[in-house]
């Protein structure tokens, strides 16, 4: 049985630490000492619903393999004049988990509709005339295709592949 102490107040905050019945720590309530010294969360959650920009390509390392391909989200702004206008953003999926970026790099092909959660991520690297290039990534935790039939509907795309039905990647 786990039991709870009071362990500290930061900023007004209360955290609390859980013990076994013998005594010894067992974790707290936050994650990692950061959280516990702080008593602050974050959340870096990303979901997105699109279309394929181009076929996904792996990329990078034999080492430290990646799946990369281009998702466009759109929306529609109403301007000034009454006029509705299609807007669309463009975001880079990367996925390096092993088993789904093998299924990404398989079955992700331009056009197709699919489902992305998972994380930002920002970074840089220098190109080859030296200039700093910052890169935002979304890392994907999880990917669903929405392109292919549902019911036994077929396609001439999702017949090439052997697809019956939505599939989780």
């Avoid at 929306?75 to 093998?102: A, N």
């Amino acid at each position: 049985m786990l039991r709870n102490r009071l362990i500290s107040t930061v900023a007004g905050r209360v955290s609390r630490r859980f013990y076994s019945d013998d005594g010894v720590s067992v974790g707290a309530d936050l994650h990692g000492a950061r959280a516990v010294l702080t008593g602050e969360r974050g959340v870096n959650r990303v979901t997105l619903l699109g279309r394929v920009g181009q076929d996904a390509q792996t990329r990078g390392s034999t080492e430290n393999p990646v799946t990369v391909f281009p998702l466009a989200t759109s929306y529609t702004l109403k301007t000034r004049e009454g006029e509705y206008v299609q807007k669309t953003e463009w975001h880079r999926i990367s996925v390096f988990r092993p088993v789904l970026k093998d299924l990404v790099s398989q079955f992700v092909r331009k056009g197709d509709r699919v489902y992305v959660t998972g994380s930002i991520s920002y970074g840089q690297f220098k190109d080859k005339s030296n200039t700093i290039q910052r890169v935002t990534s979304i890392i994907a935790e999880d990917v669903l295709n929405m392109t292919r039939p549902m019911h036994g509907n077929t396609s001439e795309a999702s017949e090439d592949r052997g697809n019956k039905g939505p599939d989780k990647l």
